[in-house]
T-cell receptor
Framework: RKEVEQDPGPFNVPEGATVAFNCTYSNSASQSFFWYRQDCRKEPKLLMSVYSSGNEDGRFTAQLNRASQYISLLIRDSKLSDSATYLCVSSFSGGYNKLIFGAGTRLAVHP | DADVTQTPRNRITKTGKRIMLECSQTKGHDRMYWYRQDPGLGLRLIYYSFDVKDINKGEISDGYSVSRQAQAKFSLSLESAIPNQTALYFC?????????????FGPGTRLTVL
């Protein structure tokens, strides 16, 4: 079983739609969580951290449920520029903050 | 100029050849990492380094070696390349801040081993 699992998609949505991605992690010792965005053939870039209380950054909302070991990302009012792969990432301190990456969920926003 | 650079950006080589991928950073970070990315898999850590004298194996270090020549430079070598090392390779840097450290990635090197 992968340590971080995501639905690979693709999610095909029209502009303006709301879309949600889910992610589960298997290591209960995981301490921190992130969403990274990766455009095609480009490097991953940090989109946002995920906090236990949930957090919002503009059109993006991240939620964490430690009891269910579940993380989500909600994108409201999708833009064409949101088309990318979204990587769910967990981190736990094993001498350093080791990042465990999910394989990613691909989003395609169409006109 | 990019904060994390990788050279080459693309490389095609043959089985058995020795290959070196280079990474440089101007962010002043002490920590550097090498990952590989394969379709359908998440990024997997090959090696990481906390400073010039500290090198550690990641989860898939077999067939790879690294050198931390300076705080700003971290090279990955494939001593004898094989086809299943065909992948997208990323270098990353970070600086510990509190309990977490955000990693910043270079643009990647696409390596094909024939």
């Amino acid at each position: 079983r992968k340590e971080v699992e995501q639905d690979p998609g693709p999610f095909n949505v029209p502009e303006g739609a709301t879309v949600a991605f889910n992610c589960t992690y298997s290591n209960s010792a995981s301490q921190s969580f992130f969403w990274y965005r990766q455009d095609c053939r480009k490097e991953p870039k940090l989109l946002m951290s995920v906090y236990s209380s949930g957090n919002e950054d503009g059109r993006f909302t991240a939620q964490l449920n430690r009891a269910s070991q579940y993380i989500s990302l909600l994108i409201r009012d999708s833009k064409l520029s949101d088309s990318a792969t979204y990587l769910c990432v967990s981190s736990f301190s094993g001498g350093y903050n080791k990042l465990i990456f999910g394989a990613g969920t691909r989003l395609a926003v169409h006109p | 100029d990019a904060d994390v650079t990788q050279t080459p950006r693309n490389r095609i080589t043959k089985t058995g050849k020795r290959i070196m991928l280079e990474c440089s950073q101007t962010k002043g970070h002490d920590r550097m990492y090498w990952y590989r990315q394969d379709p359908g898999l998440g990024l997997r850590l090959i090696y990481y380094s906390f400073d010039v004298k500290d090198i550690n194996k990641g989860e898939i270090s077999d067939g790879y070696s690294v050198s931390r020549q300076a705080q700003a430079k971290f090279s990955l070598s494939l001593e004898s390349a094989i086809p299943n090392q065909t992948a997208l390779y990323f270098c990353a840097t970070s600086h510990r801040w509190g309990d977490t450290d955000t990693q910043y990635f270079g643009p990647g090197t696409r390596l094909t081993v024939l």
